[in-house]
């Protein structure tokens, strides 16, 4: 099995020489090489024997020194193991690293950060300009005259391992304490007790180097980063990629769709470890039933055909970026993130998650304005499912027992959470024969809200926007239609928005302008009858351009009319045209769907939002959502109300023609399920 541990270490002195200050060579006792130093200190704190190097730069770097001790030491917080450095000024630092408190006995890598507070220190010391390191040793025992009691051996200054195998290997955690035990390395990054692996150094799997491999599995291990003086940002998990190597990691095992056998990664004191994932080039990254506990940042890969998180555990981690990654059945516990556990992002795969007792941050948090869904995630005992911290609208589209309900706004902005329920639909004659094309109109009924908004100032003939003053009801469709009530001549128009917004007011989108011309003038019936053989109507309405109900307007006679029927490729019936010089649908007339055909006025025009108004399909049938969240808490939660609804029915297109139907009833937790059954009329055309 081919692995290749690559010390991030530099070689300060391997102690094999009597070049330090102080030590008798012992070729007897020793952790790496051939040899150690050591000292005889009876009860009594020793000098600090210190070897002089070449003037070292130590910033971003850690200082790593093997020492053992065969008699008893002083405490910790008295410094019965020391830890030293100079810098060129001839200021010093000296670090307590273990004492008979915390000392197991044996050979012990310990590691300071140069840059840290020290526990004994002495002028200014200047980290770029390091010349001298040490050791020192307190015990409390006497012991004979000349007996050697205090060792030291090799002294590095480094960050970690980077570990690469064979593209065909498969290495473990006990494959890289053994190749970091061995003799010949000792790098003290890696140490292993009863069965736990220990790391007191950064991982990085893998590398960027061309044609270097990674090919890294292991299931049920426990690593724990130490409680060591090193820097905040040291320890950490990271996996590299290149063009031509194969780079796959992997933490537990599957089972189907589930993860099992996973690892348990954890930092055991203040300074935590970061998992970074999301390098290049790299093929399959797994993280298969493990927990990640008392981790720092952590950030997924994106989305790949071998890349999937399932079945793990993020408990007191800081906040998770799950880029597109394939995140399924996980738990985000208790984070120690003041935003959240987790950062949405547009591209998130995640799915079937619980987030539990999230109080010093959020389940989710959300940064860019936008709608979302949440599929299958849970929430319990958190301050705030959510934080939205921009100033935009965040719009979460949730279901179920225990979906997100409750919201932090930190940057001004505003969070609905919306409950999709189904709302199904047939429509068949009296012989029980489907009816296509039919036109459904849902609306909330009077108890609901009907005519409930008014129009903004600035609503102007030719403005593909329409501004309704202040907020609507969070439930509303975020794409769909507005009805309209001029006020001034009792007139109404209705116009289809394939957005909404509101900040203090509401603006509509509405759906991109379609423009054409007549190219002919009907002999019969010019005030209602379009015809235009360039138009393809047909084509129009199969791509939704145009719809029977959509206002559509005579640029030429500056008048308007409503769409009845889309009677063929070429020619559409409309209510009669008004408001402009002739009134009619005449050969060369310009028309244009999709803008506002009359300005309005503040206050006095009134507007309809209806839930859905839309045509049948081929099977008679038409099936959308509810965006539950105005009148209750989602269903499945406390709180919940139905909601009354009026139901119109109604179709005109092609032949026969039907009496209008309407219907009242309310849309529950299980959604709105009706069979309409409508009537031919006989007497029209």
């Given at each position: 099995?081919?692995?290749?541990?690559?010390?991030?270490?530099?070689?300060?002195?391997?102690?094999?020489?009597?070049?330090?200050?102080?030590?008798?060579?012992?070729?007897?006792?020793?952790?790496?090489?051939?040899?150690?130093?050591?000292?005889?200190?009876?009860?009594?704190?020793?000098?600090?024997?210190?070897?002089?190097?070449?003037s070292t730069n130590f910033t971003g770097q850690?200082?790593?020194?093997?020492?053992?001790?065969?008699?008893?030491?002083?405490?910790?917080?008295?410094?019965?193991?020391?830890?030293?450095?100079?810098?060129?000024?001839?200021?010093?630092?000296?670090?307590?690293?273990?004492?008979?408190?915390?000392?197991?006995?044996?050979?012990?890598?310990?590691?300071?950060?140069?840059?840290?507070?020290?526990?004994?220190?002495?002028?200014?010391?200047?980290?770029?300009?390091?010349?001298?390191?040490?050791?020192?040793?307190?015990?409390?025992?006497?012991?004979?005259?000349?007996?050697?009691?205090?060792?030291?051996?090799?002294?590095?200054?480094?960050?970690?391992?980077?570990?690469?195998?064979?593209?065909?290997?498969?290495?473990?955690?006990?494959?890289?304490?053994?190749?970091?035990?061995?003799?010949?390395?000792?790098?003290?990054?890696?140490?292993?007790?009863?069965?736990?692996?220990?790391?007191?150094?950064?991982?990085?799997?893998?590398?960027?180097?061309?044609?270097?491999?990674?090919?890294?599995?292991?299931?049920?291990?426990?690593?724990?980063?130490?409680?060591?003086?090193?820097?905040?940002?040291?320890?950490?998990?990271?996996?590299?990629?290149?063009?031509?190597?194969?780079?796959?990691?992997?933490?537990?095992?599957?089972?189907?769709?589930a993860g099992i056998s996973g690892c348990v990664?954890?930092?055991?004191?203040?300074?935590?470890?970061?998992?970074?994932?999301?390098?290049?080039?790299?093929?399959?990254?797994?993280?298969?039933?493990?927990?990640?506990?008392?981790?720092?940042?952590?950030?997924?890969?994106?989305?790949?055909?071998?890349?999937?998180?399932?079945?793990?555990?993020?408990?007191?981690?800081?906040?998770?970026?799950?880029?597109?990654?394939?995140?399924?059945?996980?738990?985000?516990?208790?984070?120690?993130?003041?935003?959240?556990?987790?950062?949405?992002?547009?591209?998130?795969?995640?799915?079937?998650?619980?987030?539990?007792?999230?109080?010093?941050?959020?389940?989710?948090?959300?940064?860019?304005?936008?709608?979302?869904?949440?599929?299958?995630?849970?929430?319990?005992?958190?301050?705030?499912?959510?934080?939205?911290?921009?100033?935009?609208?965040?719009?979460?589209?949730?279901?179920?027992?225990?979906?997100?309900?409750?919201?932090?706004?930190?940057?001004?902005?505003?969070?609905?959470?919306?409950?999709?329920?189904?709302?199904?639909?047939?429509?068949?004659?009296?012989?029980?024969?489907?009816?296509?094309?039919?036109?459904?109109?849902?609306?909330?009924?009077?108890?609901?809200?009907?005519?409930?908004?008014?129009?903004?100032?600035?609503?102007?003939?030719?403005?593909?926007?329409?501004?309704?003053?202040?907020?609507?009801?969070?439930?509303?469709?975020?794409?769909?239609?507005?009805?309209?009530?001029?006020?001034?001549?009792?007139?109404?128009?209705?116009?289809?928005?394939?957005?909404?917004?509101?900040?203090?007011?509401?603006?509509?989108?509405?759906?991109?302008?379609?423009?054409?011309?007549?190219?002919?003038?009907?002999?019969?019936?010019?005030?209602?009858?379009?015809?235009?053989?360039?138009?393809?109507?047909?084509?129009?309405?199969?791509?939704?351009?145009?719809?029977?109900?959509?206002?559509?307007?005579?640029?030429?006679?500056?008048?308007?009319?409503?769409?009845?029927?889309?009677?063929?490729?070429?020619?559409?019936?409309?209510?009669?045209?008004?408001?402009?010089?002739?009134?009619?649908?005449?050969?060369?007339?310009?028309?244009?769907?999709?803008?506002?055909?009359?300005?309005?006025?503040?206050?006095?025009?009134?507007?309809?939002?209806?839930?859905?108004?839309?045509?049948?399909?081929?099977?008679?049938?038409?099936?959308?959502?509810?965006?539950?969240?105005?009148?209750?808490?989602?269903?499945?939660?406390?709180?919940?109300?139905?909601?009354?609804?009026?139901?119109?029915?109604?179709?005109?297109?092609?032949?026969?023609?039907?009496?209008?139907?309407?219907?009242?009833?309310?849309?529950?937790?299980?959604?709105?399920?009706?069979?309409?059954?409508?009537?031919?009329?006989?007497?029209?055309?």
């Amino acid at each position: 099995m081919a692995i290749t541990v690559t010390p991030l270490l530099n070689l300060i002195h391997a102690c094999d020489a009597e070049d330090w200050s102080g030590g008798d060579l012992d070729t007897g006792v020793f952790k790496q090489g051939t040899g150690s130093l050591g000292e005889s200190v009876s009860n009594t704190t020793s000098a600090v024997f210190t070897y002089t190097l070449s003037s070292t730069n130590f910033t971003g770097q850690h200082l790593y020194q093997w020492m053992l001790n065969t008699t008893r030491l002083d405490t910790k917080a008295n410094g019965g193991l020391r830890m030293f450095m100079r810098s060129t000024n001839l200021a010093t630092k000296t670090w307590y690293v273990a004492g008979s408190d915390t000392y197991p006995g044996g050979w012990q890598c310990y590691v300071v950060d140069p840059s840290s507070s020290a526990d004994v220190e002495s002028g200014s010391f200047d980290i770029t300009q390091v010349d001298q390191v040490g050791v020192q040793f307190k015990t409390l025992q006497a012991i004979k005259a000349g007996l050697v009691t205090s060792y030291w051996d090799v002294v590095r200054y480094g960050t970690g391992l980077r570990i690469t195998s064979g593209s065909a290997d498969t290495i473990t955690f006990e494959d890289i304490f053994l190749d970091d035990d061995n003799v010949s390395n000792a790098y003290g990054i890696v140490s292993k007790v009863n069965g736990v692996y220990f790391s007191q150094g950064e991982l990085i799997f893998g590398s960027t180097t061309a044609g270097q491999h990674i090919s890294f599995t292991d299931t049920s291990q426990i690593v724990v980063f130490k409680d060591q003086p090193v820097n905040a940002s040291l320890y950490g998990i990271a996996v590299e990629g290149n063009d031509t190597g194969t780079s796959n990691f992997t933490l537990g095992a599957a089972a189907g769709s589930a993860g099992i056998s996973g690892c348990v990664i954890k930092s055991a004191g203040t300074k935590k470890y970061s998992l970074d994932l999301t390098g290049a080039n790299t093929d399959k990254i797994q993280l298969y039933g493990s927990t990640f506990n008392n981790a720092g940042t952590i950030s997924l890969p994106a989305a790949g055909a071998d890349n999937e998180v399932l079945n793990c555990n993020f408990d007191t981690c800081d906040q998770l970026n799950p880029s597109s990654c394939f995140v399924r059945n996980c738990n985000f516990i208790s984070t120690t993130d003041v935003d959240s556990s987790l950062l949405w992002n547009s591209s998130a795969d995640v799915e079937d998650c619980n987030f539990i007792a999230n109080t010093i941050g959020a389940g989710i948090e959300h940064d860019v304005a936008d709608t979302y869904t949440y599929s299958g995630l849970i929430f319990s005992g958190n301050t705030y499912d959510v934080l939205n911290s921009i100033a935009g609208v965040v719009n979460i589209n949730v279901s179920g027992v225990g979906a997100a309900s409750t919201a932090e706004n930190t940057g001004g902005g505003s969070t609905n959470f919306i409950s999709s329920l189904d709302i199904d639909i047939a429509v068949q004659d009296t012989s029980g024969a489907s009816v296509a094309d039919a036109q459904i109109y849902i609306q909330k009924s009077d108890a609901g809200k009907q005519w409930n908004y008014v129009s903004h100032s600035g609503n102007a003939l030719n403005d593909t926007d329409f501004v309704v003053t202040g907020a609507i009801d969070s439930d509303l469709p975020s794409g769909g239609w507005i009805h309209v009530w001029d006020k001034s001549d009792n007139t109404k128009q209705n116009y289809r928005y394939s957005a909404w917004s509101t900040s203090t007011d509401t603006t509509f989108t509405l759906k991109g302008n379609v423009t054409g011309s007549a190219t002919s003038t009907d002999g019969t019936s010019p005030e209602t009858k379009l015809i235009s053989t360039s138009s393809n109507f047909s084509t129009m309405k199969t791509a939704g351009t145009i719809e029977e109900g959509d206002t559509i307007y005579n640029s030429t006679d500056l008048c308007w009319a409503v769409v009845d029927e889309i009677v063929d490729a070429d020619n559409v019936t409309t209510s009669p045209l008004q408001g402009g010089t002739n009134n009619e649908w005449q050969d060369g007339d310009g028309f244009s769907l999709h803008k506002l055909v009359k300005n309005y006025t503040i206050t006095d025009d009134k507007v309809d939002i209806p839930l859905f108004n839309g045509q049948t399909d081929s099977n008679g049938e038409i099936s959308t959502s509810y965006n539950y969240g105005e009148i209750g808490n989602p269903p499945g939660q406390g709180g919940y109300t139905s909601l009354p609804i009026r139901i119109r029915v109604r179709s005109n297109y092609g032949t026969p023609k039907y009496i209008p139907y309407n219907t009242s009833g309310s849309i529950t937790g299980n959604g709105y399920t009706l069979t309409a059954v409508i009537t031919e009329d006989d007497v029209a055309a």
